[in-house]
């Protein structure tokens, strides 16, 4: 519910998505493949605070937001630098590594209401639950849709479309009503 996800928070924030940070990866050495292949890993992404419901940060703060994912060059074995946008070695090679995550990377300049629990491990936010602790600002057709409830998973383009969100559109009909209805 909604309440439990409230209360799981440290912080209820909406903000702008910015660039990414950094990437953080496990390797693993692949005896079957003969090579360093990927493992657990995470991408820590800058996001501007734009409205505060919970927490102890203000507007215009900027928060690491992490997400279970990154990108990974095959070829050289080594997590995807965005600062060199893949001209300083990287090859074409490139896969995006989702570790278990429901929710697409965040896109810089979108607006999100997340749900977000700090992890000192990783020196960052993330999202409660993983896909119920993060929505993207709805668009004009989503809010059509969530005040007639005839929402579907398919209507939302920052969501992988796995059968694995039972919970996801009861959970999306209280956020909006509580966050985004106007």
């Known amino acids: 519910t909604l309440e439990n996800v409230e209360a799981k928070a440290d912080l209820i924030v909406e903000v702008t998505a910015k660039e990414v940070d950094s990437q953080e990866c496990g390797k693993i050495y692949s005896y079957a493949l003969e090579k360093i292949v990927p493992g657990s890993g995470y991408t820590r992404r800058n996001c501007k605070v734009t409205k505060v419901y919970k927490g102890e940060v203000e507007e215009g703060d900027n ?6 994912y990154y990108i990974w060059d095959y070829e050289t074995g080594d997590v995807w630098d ?3 946008d893949g001209d300083d070695g990287a ?3 490139l896969g995006f590594i989702n570790i278990s995550s ?3 990377p ?9 749900f977000l629990s700090y992890y000192e ?3 960052g936010y993330y999202p409660v639950g993983d896909y119920e602790g993060f929505y993207a600002m709805p668009t004009k057709d989503i ?3 969530a005040e007639q409830k005839i929402l579907q998973r398919t209507d939302f383009d920052y969501i992988f479309q796995h059968d694995v969100m039972p919970t996801f559109l009861p959970l ?3 956020v909006y009503d509580k966050y985004f209805k106007q």
């Open 63 to 68: 928060l690491l937001v992490l997400q279970y």
């Open 82 to 84: 965005y600062v060199d």
């Open 91 to 93: 090859s074409a090679d």
């Open 102 to 104: 429901q929710v697409k």
């Open 106 to 114: 965040m896109i810089p300049g979108e607006k999100y209401l997340l």
């Open 121 to 123: 491990n990783h020196g």
């Open 143 to 145: 809010a059509e849709k």
């Open 172 to 174: 999306y009909y209280e």
